[in-house]
């Protein structure tokens, strides 16, 4: 047996066969000239990775049955069939290839972006989704003829403890629903949004395991312990049993958790506080309601974006549309009901990068201090506006107040409402039915924006302290970073300073505060920010009860004198 400590992430105990995931390979195309005679064997080795990859999605299609629920995907593997078997297309990249006699690798990418770069340019929405397939589709056959094979997150199987250097959101998002019994990362912060959705979806993570994928080989079996921060690979029988042990009271006490489910979560002295639920993705708003959640404090959309891209380094870009996110965001005020929903527009950028069409790849010497945010959304207006409209269509249907990430000035919360304006006129131009009247927020996740919030008071109709940024901003740690992860403190003087600042500004302007960070979770941040006075606290939905049971144990009075211990100490 051997023990591999790392930083703890996301408690719980999870055992089952490890399964390596290897880092991933990016595509390089190389550009030179052949020889004629090279013609006709560059050639076969094309039509030899067509072949291949055909047979790979038929496979994939023979695999999937005709239901409802798969005809979207069976829809897309057909496409790429037909794509690949056009004699249209085939003859026009035979031709190029034997006119310009360039290696047949850059042939077939340079002829397949030509042709979805006229898809794109045809002003058909439809022709313009078949562009993106062109890219992914001759991708495919571009990895086969370079030997790239990139993995496939599905045919991981249930009961798994995933090991990998890192792990896209996208790639969390898929394993949540296939019974993952714990995760290990080499790379990855506790505040990590790989992390975040690991909490949600209760898989027991650890980060921070250096050289772990080198060290354990898939079929091993692997204990992960992510309280104690530990992975245990090829556990003797003892071990194994002892751990089971631990499982079992673990369920025990989520058993007696369950007493809170349906009660308010309240001190001992009966001070009432709303425990909201943090989500990434439309499903899970059933969790939320599942466990107990007064609402949704804050529905990171950016996941959205990521979930309907392929998240394979190699794959081509595509765009959200505004009926996709329509749906998403309705499915979810629906779930909740009466409840208030506060859905956040896209926070990407930084640590959070999508593959969108809509917005240009590019490099950032520090992308956390770059284009990320509010930010990138006021460089691509209309990706903004696109999803502003689909926020307010959904708004006729549940409790919806929209949030505004990053903010520090008011000039950017004047911005967005002058685009909301433009939204609202498509919609009224279009005859579009629409919620009008919506509580439009603000994120404050920067030390700018805590020190004048009493001007952005003026411009918000709710504020959202956003604590994990909040801190790696006001102390200047990269919280993904695990050269200095250590020096990431939320109890830190300055960052307790600007959260008091930030209630009390709120407080003089009569306007909502909610924490929905993962400070509001925790279970010893929780007693200071109740001592501040903060009665609204959004979280990951299984921490809920857990929450509920610690503020019954406490009065105010208790909770103030823990708080006043950390805000005054020097």
Known sequence: MEVF??????????????????????????????QIEELNKEWTRFEVAVQTVIQVLSENLDALPKTEENKIQREVYETYILMLEDPVFNKEVKTYFEKELFNIEYTVQFKSEEYATRLRKSGNDYLAERAQDITDVFGRVLDEMLDIHPFDINAVPDGSVILATSLSSA????LSKRKIAGLGLSEGGVSSHVVILARNYDIPTVVGLEKIVKKVTSGETVIVDGKAAEILSSPDKHTIDSYKEKIREEYKRKQELKAFLDKPAVTKDGTKFNLYANIGTPEEADIAVAEGADGIGLFRTEFLFMSQNDSAINAAARSVSEETQFQAYKHVLETMGDKPVTIRTLDA???????SVDIPAFEEKNPLMGLRAVRLSLAYPNVLKTQLKALFRAGLYGNLKIMLPLITSVEQVTQCLEIINQAKDELDYDKIPYKNKIPVGIMIETAAAA????????????????????????????????????????FNLAVLRLIQTTFSNAEKAGIPLSVCGEMAGRQDSVMVLAG??????SMSPKLISSTKELLSRFTIQELEAISNKHINKF
């Open 5 to 34: 400590l790392g930083v703890p992430a996301a408690d719980g105990i999870g055992i089952g066969t490890a399964f390596v995931i290897p880092d991933p390979v990016k595509r390089a195309i190389p550009q030179h000239h052949i």
């Open 451 to 490: 020190i004048t919030s009493d001007c952005l008071a003026d411009v918000s109709d709710f504020f959202s302290l956003g604590t994990n940024d909040l801190t790696q901003y006001t102390l200047g740690i990269d919280r993904e970073n695990p050269h200095v992860s250590d020096l990431y403190n939320e």
């Open 349 to 355: 950028g930084g640590d959070k990068l999508i593959n």
């Open 532 to 537: 501040m006075g903060i009665r609204n606290l």
């Open 171 to 174: 790639d969390t998002i898929i």
